[in-house]
T-cell receptor, first 111, second 113 residues
Framework: ELKVEQNPLFLSMQEGKNYTIYCNYS?????LYWYRQDPGKSLESLFV?????AVKQEGRLMASLDTKARLSTLHITAAVHDLSATYFC???????????FGTGTRLKVLA | EAGVTQSPTHLIKTRGQQATLRCSPI?????VYWYQQALGLGLQFLLW???????NRGNFPPRFSGRQFPNYSSELNVNALELEDSALYLC????????????FGEGSWLTVV
């Protein structure tokens, strides 16, 4: 059974600092997704990573995928308060569209 | 372009009752997905409908059911409600042939008392 693990679960960081969120998954997958969720809100799609070595960047966020290591990272550069949210990675195997979500990383950026 | 819309926003039911949640996908999307986000359990896949057919189902009991209508909108029905069914139910949709991203609605909060 596919398992998706994120770490850390909670992250409190100062504005201006850099940090990385890790997403490990247990079986082969060719699709990995990153979502953001603000409290009480729905999920906003951030990145879709479709191949080994894929790297995507949007503003202060950069996501990468290593399918051999079954690892994706979400790197935050020079964090700002507006990035405070919960970040989820999700994996879909064999195109089933049964997304398996990670536990989420609750990020709090302190001013 | 309107996003995925869900109704109701909030619903309070008592144990044993039935709840019906509704979802309208983004125009042009034919696939609809349902997820449950319960406190402490994270996001769990419930159901996937495409072209009116149930394509995949998560590890939920049969009292969780749904359907997709000819206009691609969808209903999720939860029968014999239990307290642990209290959760945010998220609907998502995707475009046929470009199944790389699914777009989520705002969700329906179901509280069972």
């Amino acid at each position: 059974e596919l398992k998706v693990e994120q770490n850390p679960l909670f992250l409190s960081m100062q504005e201006g600092k850099n940090y990385t969120i890790y997403c490990n998954y247990s079986t082969t997958s060719d699709r990995l997704y990153w979502y953001r969720q603000d409290p009480g809100k729905s999920l906003e799609s951030l990145f879709v990573l479709l191949s080994n070595g894929a790297v995507k960047q949007e503003g202060r966020l950069m996501a990468s995928l290593d399918t051999k290591a079954r690892l994706s990272t979400l790197h935050i550069t020079a964090a700002v308060h507006d990035l405070s949210a919960t970040y989820f990675c999700a994996v879909d195997t064999s195109g089933t569209y049964k997304y398996i979500f990670g536990t989420g990383t609750r990020l709090k950026v302190l001013a | 372009e309107a996003g995925v819309t869900q109704s109701p926003t909030h619903l309070i039911k008592t144990r044993g009752q039935q709840a019906t949640l509704r979802c309208s996908p983004i125009s042009g999307h034919t696939s609809v997905y349902w997820y449950q986000q319960a406190l402490g359990l994270g996001l769990q896949f419930l159901l996937w409908y495409d072209e009116g057919e149930e394509r995949n189902r998560g590890n939920f009991p049969p009292r969780f059911s749904g359907r997709q209508f000819p206009n691609y909108s969808s209903e999720l029905n939860v029968n014999a409600l239990e307290l642990e069914d209290s959760a945010l139910y998220l609907c998502a949709s995707s475009h046929q042939g470009r199944r790389n991203t699914i777009y989520f609605g705002e969700g329906s909060w179901l509280t069972v008392v």
